[in-house]
C-alpha cells in the first residue's frame, strides 16, 4: 500500500483512490496518478499534514471486497482515521446501497468526515449533500450500462467461436492470434494422464503417480516460464492434488473443441460464479488440434462413472465398477475369501444378505477373468479375420436390441397417455361434484390430491419414455471407434486393467444354474461403442464347472 506523510501518534485522513480495468478506457483523468495529484494537492491546500494513501488498481466499485478498501476501512475501526477523502463518488463505489451505508450511517457513527472533492460532498455541509444520493444511483446505472455492453460484447465473441477463457488450458499455449496451440512439453502429460484413468486408476492415485515420476505441476510450469507465483508451491513443486487432474480429465477443449458459455455471474454485483446448464453451452468442433482422441475420451468417461472403491486391505478388482448382477441391476462386490484350505477373490451381488435380497450371484475372479477374455479373443479375431461381416453382424444385432427397447417404451408410453387423459377426465367430473353440491370439500380435496399426484408422476415417466423412443429411433452404433480399438492389438493373450477398460463397457453376471447338477453360469459382456455381442447362442453364453 502506497503511504504517505502520516503520524502514528495522531488520526490521519485516508486518501482512497480506485481504478477498475473498464476505468482505464476513459484516459488518464481517471488514472492512479492523477486521483493521488487531486487529493494530495487538496489536503496540502487545507493544511492536512498527517494523511495516508490506499489504492485498488484493477478493482470494480461495484463490490467492496478491494483489498486497499478492507485495509481502510480496518484502521478506521481501530480509530486511526478522521476523514476520508475521495476525488468522486464513482472512486469510492458504484453499488448505491452499500455506498450510502458507509457514507451515511456507519462513517458518521464512527465519526469520520467524508469528502468527495469533485462532487463537492462534504459530510459536515448537511445542506449541500441533498443531490448525493440521486448521485450515487447514477454512479450504479453506469456500472450497470457497463456490465451489459461487456456482457454483450462477451456473448458476440463467444457466439463466433472465439475462446472466452482467459487461460489455455494445461496442455495447451496461446498463440498470437488466441488460437490454442499444443504445448510438446505438458500434451504428454495430459495423454499419460487419460491413459492412467482409462487403466481404471481414480485421480486420487494419479496424482500419486505424476508425483512419484517426478512430474511438475501446471503451477510449477506457469512460474517457470511466467514467474506467476498463483499456483507454485516451491516446497512441492511435483505435488499433483486430486482436484487438478479432475479438471484436467473434464477438460473437452483436449478433444479439439471450444465449449463457451459454462458458467456465468449471476449479475454485475455479485463475483459469484454459477454453472450453466449444457443446454446453455455453445460447442464448436475442430478449432484447434485434438491432444485427446473421441473413443480414449468416452472410455475416460465410462470409467468415471464407475466409481471403485477398494477391499478393506487396499485391493482394487480388476472388475471392480464394471460387473453387475442380471437380476436387480447393483454391482458386484469385489471380496477375497478364506477358508482353511485355501484363499480366492470372488465378486458377489452387493444387495445379498443372506435370505434376504438378492441372492449371491458368487463367481470366482479367476473365472469371471477366463471368460472375459475367451470372449475378447473370438470378438477381436472376428473383428480381424472379417471386419465387413462383422459390421453387418453388430448393425442387425443393435438394429434388434433397439428395436425390442423401442416398442415396449412405445406400449408404455401409449398407456400412460391414455391414463394422463383418463385422470383429466376424474378430476373434472370431482370438480363438478363438488360445485354442486355432491362432494364435500374434505372429500375433494383428498382424491383431487391422489389423482394429481398419479398424474404428475406419469407426466414425468412419459418425458423419459419419450426419449428412450427418440434416443432408439437416432442412436447410431459407432463401429468404427471400436474398429479402431481392435485394430491396436493382434491376439489378447492376457486380460489386463487397461486392456479391459478399452474394450468393456460392463459385464452382467447371472445367477448359477445347477440344475445339470453341474454349476453353469452365464455372463453378458457389453463391449464399448457396439454394446452386448449376440451372434449365436453359444457366443454368450459359457459354462464352467466351478468349486463353491
Known amino acids: 500500500m502506497n503511504r504517505q506523510l502520516f503520524n502514528s501518534s495522531e488520526k490521519w485522513a485516508a486518501l482512497y483512490v480506485r481504478l477498475s480495468r473498464d476505468d482505464e478506457n476513459e484516459g488518464d483523468s481517471n488514472s492512479i496518478a492523477h486521483q493521488i495529484e487531486i487529493l494530495t494537492k487538496y489536503v496540502k491546500d487545507h493544511g492536512i499534514t498527517s494523511y495516508k494513501v490506499y489504492k485498488d488498481d484493477g478493482y470494480s466499485g461495484t463490490s467492496f471486497k478491494r483489498p486497499g478498501f478492507q485495509e481502510m476501512l480496518a484502521d478506521i475501526e481501530a480509530g486511526l482515521v478522521s476523514m476520508v477523502i475521495v476525488k468522486d463518488m464513482s472512486r469510492f463505489g458504484r453499488n448505491y446501497l452499500e455506498v450510502g451505508l458507509y457514507t451515511e450511517i456507519r462513517f458518521p457513527e464512527m465519526g469520520v468526515r467524508f469528502i468527495a472533492v469533485n ?37 458476440n465473441k463467444g457466439m463466433s467461436g472465439q475462446r472466452l477463457a482467459t487461460n489455455a488450458p494445461y496442455g495447451y499455449i496461446k498463440g498470437e492470434d488466441g488460437h490454442l496451440l499444443v504445448d510438446n512439453e505438458t500434451a504428454p502429460v495430459v495423454e499419460l494422464i487419460f491413459q492412467l484413468c482409462a487403466e481404471g486408476n481414480g485421480p486420487g492415485k494419479i496424482a500419486r503417480m505424476l508425483k512419484e515420476r517426478g512430474i511438475p505441476t501446471p503451477g510449477t510450469i506457469e512460474f517457470q516460464r511466467t514467474g506467476r507465483t498463483r499456483n507454485y508451491h516451491p516446497d512441492n513443486p511435483c505435488g499433483w492434488n486430486e482436484s487438478t487432474i479432475i479438471n484436467i480429465l473434464e477438460q473437452d477443449a483436449y478433444l479439439g473443441r471450444t465449449t463457451n458459455f459454462k458458467t456465468t455471474k449471476l449479475s454485475y454485483k455479485s463475483k459469484k460464479t454459477i454453472e450453466n446448464t449444457p443446454d446453455k453451452w455453445v460447442v464448436f468442433e475442430d478449432t484447434h488440434k ?6 480414449t475420451w468416452e472410455i475416460v468417461r465410462k470409467a468415471r462413472e464407475q466409481r471403485r472403491r477398494p477391499t478393506k486391505m487396499g485391493e482394487m478388482g480388476m472388475f471392480s465398477g464394471l460387473a453387475y448382477c442380471a437380476d436387480c441391476g447393483a454391482r458386484l462386490y469385489h471380496c477375497r475369501t478364506t477358508s482353511w484350505t485355501h484363499e480366492q477373490e470372488c465378486y458377489t451381488c452387493s444387495t ?35 471386419e465387413d461381416e462383422f459390421v453387418r453382424r453388430v448393425m442387425e444385432n443393435k438394429t434388434v436390441v433397439q428395436r425390442a427397447e423401442q416398442e415396449q417404451a ?9 391414463r394422463i387423459n383418463e385422470l383429466d377426465a376424474i378430476i373434472q367430473r370431482l370438480y363438478e361434484d363438488h360445485v354442486m353440491g355432491k362432494l364435500n370439500a374434505e372429500r375433494f380435496a383428498k382424491l383431487s390430491e391422489g389423482y394429481e ?3 404428475s408422476d406419469l407426466k414425468q415417466s412419459v418425458e423419459t419414455l419419450r426419449a428412450i423412443v427418440n434416443a432408439a429411433e437416432t442412436q447410431a452404433v459407432n463401429i468404427q471407434s471400436f474398429l479402431k480399438i481392435v485394430k491396436k492389438y493382434t491376439e489378447p493373450t492376457e486380460l489386463t486393467p487397461a486392456l479391459l477398460r478399452e474394450f468393456v463397457e460392463k459385464v452382467v453376471v447371472h445367477a448359477p444354474d445347477k440344475s445339470s447338477g453341474h454349476r453353469i453360469q452365464r455372463i453378458d459382456i457389453h463391449y464399448n461403442f457396439i454394446g452386448k455381442i449376440d451372434f449365436s447362442p453359444e457366443f454368450s453364453r459359457y459354462s464352467k464347472k466351478t468349486t463353491a
Not at 462532487?119 to 445542506?127: F, R
Not at 485434438?290 to 473413443?295: R, V, W
Not at 445379498?352 to 477366463?370: D, P
Open 119 to 155: 462532487d463537492g460532498v462534504d459530510s459536515e455541509d448537511q445542506m449541500g449533500n441533498d443531490f448525493t444520493p440521486f448521485r450515487n444511483i447514477i454512479n450504479e446505472w453506469y456500472a450497470k450500462d457497463t456490465s451489459k455492453k461487456i456482457r454483450a460484447v462477451f456473448r
Open 290 to 295: 485434438a491432444i485427446i482422441d473421441p473413443e
Open 352 to 386: 445379498y444378505r443372506g435370505k434376504k435380497g438378492c441372492s449371491a450371484h458368487y463367481i470366482r475372479a479367476v473365472v469371471l477373468e477366463q471368460l472375459v477374455l475367451q470372449n475378447l479373443q473370438r470378438v477381436v479375431a472376428y473383428a480381424q479375420e472379417d
Open 410 to 418: 412405445k406400449r408404455t408410453l401409449e398407456k400412460q397417455e391414455r
Open 453 to 455: 399426484k398419479e398424474q
